[in-house]
Nanobody, 123 residues
Framework: VQLQASGGGLVQAGGSLRLSCAAS????????MGWFRQAPGKEREFVAG????????YYADSVKDRFTISRDNAKNTVDLQMNSLKPEDTAVYYC?????????????????WGQGTLVTVSS
């Protein structure tokens, strides 16, 4: 599967952005999907994950209640709605896919990665 992330940009603290990840292939619904981010000088970290059907979602504590992950298997997309953004949310955001039933939080759990989209939150 090939992944293409989009929607990043510059936003003021407290604002919102919606990231989208488009996937190629006919078996998108077989993949668990995740969003990760990497800030300058830091390791890539888990942000959110979603099961095949979208019925189960998982979030990092730092974004819980502010971010929402969703997917549309008919359109082969997974989105990340980000509200109440903070300067510490500034990072390159990556979507990722893995075959399997478990929504992992480790980068090593994922088989495919998009190219990343930059989110910058100004204070």
């Amino acid at each position: 599967v090939q992944l293409q992330a989009s929607g990043g940009g510059l936003v003021q603290a407290g604002g919102s952005l919606r990231l989208s990840c488009a996937a190629s292939g006919r078996t998108f619904s077989s993949y668990v999907m995740g969003w990760f981010r990497q800030a300058p000088g830091k390791e890539r970290e888990f942000v959110a994950g979603i099961s095949w059907s979208g019925g189960r979602t998982y979030y990092a504590d730092s974004v819980k209640d502010r971010f929402t992950i969703s997917r549309d298997n008919a359109k082969n997309t997974v989105d990340l709605q980000m509200n109440s953004l903070k300067p510490e949310d500034t990072a390159v955001y990556y979507c990722a896919a893995r075959l399997g039933a478990v929504v992992g939080r480790d980068v090593r759990n994922y088989d495919y990665w998009g190219q990343g989209t930059l989110v910058t939150v100004s204070s």
